[in-house]
């Protein structure tokens, strides 16, 4: 998830060709409830992709098929210890990221003549920071997400016996160079997402006080931006982005109703979006729209299973306390994915969706519990 996202579908197509010659994946999805309907979700749209010739939908399908296999091993194999080194090693990459967003800025600025450091977020795109991740609102996810993590970090350091402040310090440097480099990026929608993120992480993980401290705080910020304007991130454009983003949805609801069953397969939108007169972009910009516009209500009827066991799943985890500051994590980077997805389909990319399955799929750690439990 550290390198651009070609490089990144490469390597997992090669991990999985290996588990698959292993057996190793076959016996995960064996061993997985539920895992057959990822299986059949991807025929599904493999078929309708096919049938209206969205040639780019079967390239996806085959992403979506990858990332679910991933996520089925990972379930299987996945341990308290491996997931918070993982969770550790993100983070540390994450500042990797940053310094390539910084680089970059630098660059950006110099294409404006500007020598030396200024603080100006232009608004068109190939004006704002990326890093890896395609695009600035890509990247923007993608520190939702790490500073979510390093949240969850701190957290669990406040539920040890004694507080180490060494490591305390280094997820506060994380969080604080992460929200620097989203300044740089622009993005404006992933600061309420994040906000509240972070203010469920602290109800689910029994942060009570905190809690009602975060909600207060991001309601004097919501009130201090609506009077003053300017401080709001490319302000300038926001009547023509949200004039942008109804013409993209009025186009997209005009084609879920054509076609409310099956959809027309993954990145409808952009095999259909002349057809619509819609604006030129790969899809719906809009987590609740863009599922039934390329997956169709069968389609999402038929991935719906698997999701609903890795709820119950997760409920479990959480009935039991084996771990509330995990469950609450999982439960943050949804809220985040969901607020941001109201104006964005950022999740829908290989690497922002990558680290999401990471996290929500961790709840298997206790999967002997889990099991037990439900015997």
């Known amino acids: 998830m550290f390198l651009p996202f070609y490089i990144t579908l490469i390597i997992h197509a090669i991990e999985l060709i290996i588990l698959l010659k292993r057996g190793e994946l076959v016996e995960a999805y064996k061993k997985t409830k539920a895992s057959r309907f990822i299986l059949i979700f991807c025929?599904?749209?493999?078929i309708v992709s096919l049938f209206y010739q969205n040639y780019l939908g079967i390239l996806v399908t085959l992403g979506i098929l990858m990332l679910g296999s991933f996520t089925v091993y990972y379930r299987q194999h996945i341990s308290a210890e491996s997931f918070e080194f993982f969770m550790d090693t993100v983070l540390v990459l994450s500042v990797v990221a940053a310094l390539v967003a910084i680089i970059q800025y630098f660059i950006i600025l110099h294409r404006f003549n500007i020598d030396g450091f200024e603080l100006i977020i232009f608004n068109t795109p190939k004006n704002r920071v990326d890093s890896f991740y395609f695009n600035a609102n890509y990247y923007a996810m993608m520190i939702e997400f790490w500073v979510g993590i390093a949240f969850y970090k701190i957290l669990r350091l406040f539920q040890e016996e004694h507080l180490n402040y060494k490591k305390m310090g280094g997820y506060c440097i994380i969080i604080l160079i992460n929200l620097f480099t989203l300044v740089l990026s622009g993005c404006r929608t992933s600061w309420p997402a994040m906000l509240a993120g972070l203010a469920i992480m602290l109800l689910f993980a029994h942060?009570?006080?905190?809690?009602g401290l975060i909600v207060a705080g991001g309601v004097a910020s919501a009130g201090f931006l609506f009077t003053h304007k300017n401080y709001i991130p490319r302000a300038s454009n926001i009547t023509k982005y949200l004039g942008v983003r109804q013409k993209i949805w009025r186009a997209a609801i005009a084609s879920i109703k054509d076609h409310p069953l099956f959809g027309e397969g993954p990145l409808t939108y952009m095999h259909v979006w002349k057809q619509y007169n819609g604006h030129n972009t790969q899809h719906a910009h809009n987590i609740f729209l863009d599922p039934p516009?390329?997956?169709?209500?069968?389609?999402?009827?038929?991935?719906?299973?698997?999701?609903?066991?890795c709820i119950k799943r997760t409920y479990i985890t959480y009935k039991l306390h084996k771990n509330d500051t995990l469950v609450a994590l999982i439960i943050g980077l949804i809220v985040m994915t969901y607020i941001h997805g109201l104006l964005d389909y950022t999740i829908f990319f290989i690497q922002t969706s990558f680290t999401l399955f990471m996290v929500i799929s961790s709840f298997d750690i206790y999967r002997e519990d889990i099991d037990m439990y439900k015997k």
Do not use: E, Q
């Open 43 to 46: 025929a599904l749209l493999a």
């Open 293 to 309: 516009l390329s997956f169709g209500i069968v389609g999402i009827l038929t991935i719906l299973p698997y999701f609903i066991s």
């Open 207 to 211: 942060f009570y006080k905190l809690f």
